[in-house]
């Protein structure tokens, strides 16, 4: 919509099925020539009040929308200035990989051709049968003179090898995901000074994080609505409260100790507590503790 770029007022999903499962679902036969393996495109055009099924160029229904609201949620990977859609993480980590791609290829034909040396003849006008091979003899004439042509000598492999890693590092930077995170740690770095390193990835998960609850609270509203029209039972509105679990290992004993500080000054109540130390329902597990102390009191 003009005034929420959140809102949409029409979603066409395109998919393909074989044409064997189109006559299953749909009951329609395949055109003259297709094979039952082969592919169908199906559109699906939902808006708020009709939805429409389309196989191919032919219209199979077309009638109203059987939620009374579009079921898809689309939302952002990140949030560009003046822009719907978003920007990707794609983008910036394509022609790095390229270039990745070729240096390796480069690498590769360095380390084939040096398993295979050339022969290199000086002084030479004509030559036959000149063979690399083990106890090969060479008959040049006087003057002349061969070796095999060496591509990694003068240290020259350790330049694309450098460039090869430093490749490897452009990528890391861009996708803001350092070495770290996938368990390199040669210099033995300590807690703090991983999340120092790490920092760049947890910067990125945090402006990714209030895209994702948003869409993740239109999607629990979407939930509820199709279980009111199934139930007849009404949970809407509803306050949903979505708490995102660490992006890296925590000290629990320290976590613990710090959850009992906060919860004692008030700052943070018990079911925070227990969700942010991962109980799965605290809800239930709260229920659970107030009868253990009901029952410690009775037996008391």
């Known amino acids: 919509m003009e005034d929420d770029p959140s809102r949409i007022w029409r979603v066409a999903t395109r998919y393909k099925i074989t044409w064997e499962a189109a006559e299953l679902l749909y009951g329609v036969s395949r055109p003259l020539g297709a094979r039952p393996e082969g592919k169908a495109t199906v559109v699906e055009v939902w808006t708020e009040h009709a939805f429409q099924l389309w196989l191919e160029d032919t219209v199979l229904e077309d009638r109203a929308n059987p939620y009374g609201f579009i079921p898809f949620i689309i939302f952002p990977n990140l949030r560009e200035p003046k822009r719907f859609w978003g920007t990707s993480d794609v983008p910036p980590l394509m022609e790095p990989s390229r270039e990745m791609n070729r240096a390796l290829s480069r690498m590769s034909s360095i380390l084939e051709l040096s398993g295979n040396p050339i022969a290199v003849l000086e002084g030479v006008e004509q030559a036959q049968d000149i063979a690399v091979q083990p106890g090969a003899v060479w008959e040049v004439p006087e003057r002349a003179r ?31 995901t350092p070495g770290t995170t996938f368990g390199d740690n040669p210099r033995s770095l300590s807690a703090v000074a991983l999340d120092m390193e790490i920092h760049p990835l947890l910067q990125k998960v945090r402006r990714k994080r209030p895209v994702r609850t948003a869409a993740y609270r239109r999607r ?43 919860v004692e000054a008030r700052l943070h109540s018990r079911r925070r507590a227990m969700a942010l130390l991962g109980v799965d329902d605290p809800e239930a597990e709260a229920e659970v503790i107030r009868g253990e102390g009901t029952k410690t009191e009775a037996e008391g």
């Open 146 to 176: 061969a070796y095999l042509l060496d591509l990694l000598q003068g240290d020259g492999g350790r330049l694309h090898i450098d460039y090869v890693d430093l490749l490897y590092r452009a990528l890391h930077d861009l996708a803001e």
């Open 220 to 262: 629990i509203d979407m939930v509820l609505r199709l279980l009111e029209q199934h139930t007849g039972e009404r949970y809407l509105p509803l306050r949903t409260n979505i708490l995102w679990g660490p992006v890296l290992p925590q000290d629990r004993g320290r976590l613990v100790q710090e959850e009992r500080t906060l």
